[in-house]
Antibody
Framework: QVQLQESGPGLVKPSETLSLTCTVSGGSISSYYWSWIRQSPGKGLEWIGYIYYTGNTYYNPSLKSRVIISLDTSSNQFSLNLRSVTAADTAVYYC????????????????WGLGTMVTVS | EIVLTQSPGTLSLSPGERATLSCRTSQSISSSYLAWYQQKPGQAPRLLIYGASNRATGIPDRFSGSGSGTDFTLTISRLEPEDFAVYFCQQYGDFFTFGPGTKVDIK
């Protein structure tokens, strides 16, 4: 079955760039929408953005100016770069697969990674 | 941005009882693009319901979803010990936003 695994530094300095990678195993990344979502005690669950297997991206407007999500189909991975981080970006970061809808639009998140805690300090 | 409100914040019930969780959206959700997730401590959320009323793969039939427009409900017909957790609703009609969650704990 498809599994997702986040990887990357657990500690990032303020003003630097947070970089995480999600490795997809048990299936191909060459379909579906692939998202990054974060969770913090103060802000709850917050969707960051997605990348479609075609390479098209869409970001949360509140983070759009700082986010880039990219895809590496040869490695079955997708990545998150969030620049100019502050303490407010401290959270558990999840990657997730979006199962889509029958019309081909983004849908609910049916498979999640375990999550990785990132602290900005 | 569509804002989701969940009630109650905490629901204290006993195993075997029925749980009714509410999710209200600030705008009508097109095509019932509303999902429910369960989250246990230290775990990622798990998809329970999508399209307001469709159970995800492997989800027991004691979980059911209903509603449309701006008012949605998740019902757990008879609580099992493993059902005590936090439940989130999420809309995907206008990018994605989540509710703050309802904690179902043991009375």
């Amino acid at each position: 079955q498809v599994q997702l695994q986040e990887s990357g530094p657990g500690l990032v300095k303020p003003s630097e760039t947070l970089s995480l990678t999600c490795t997809v195993s048990g299936g191909s990344i060459s379909s579906y929408y692939w998202s990054w979502i974060r969770q913090s005690p103060g802000k709850g669950l917050e969707w960051i953005g997605y990348i479609y297997y075609t390479g098209n991206t869409y970001y949360n407007p509140s983070l759009k100016s700082r986010v880039i999500i990219s895809l590496d189909t040869s490695s079955n991975q997708f990545s998150l770069n969030l620049r100019s981080v502050t303490a407010a970006d401290t959270a558990v970061y999840y990657c997730a697969r979006d199962q889509g809808t029958v019309s081909g639009a983004p849908g609910a998140f049916d498979i999640w990674g375990l999550g990785t805690m990132v602290t900005v300090s | 941005e569509i804002v989701l409100t969940q009630s109650p914040g905490t629901l204290s019930l006993s195993p075997g009882e029925r749980a009714t969780l509410s999710c209200r959206t600030s705008q009508s959700i097109s095509s019932s693009y509303l999902a429910w997730y369960q989250q246990k401590p230290g775990q990622a959320p798990r998809l329970l319901i999508y399209g307001a009323s469709n159970r995800a793969t492997g989800i027991p039939d004691r979980f059911s979803g209903s509603g449309s427009g701006t008012d949605f409900t998740l019902t757990i017909s008879r609580l099992e010990p493993e059902d005590f957790a936090v439940y989130f609703c999420q809309q995907y009609g206008d990018f994605f936003t989540f509710g703050p969650g309802t904690k179902v704990d043991i009375k």
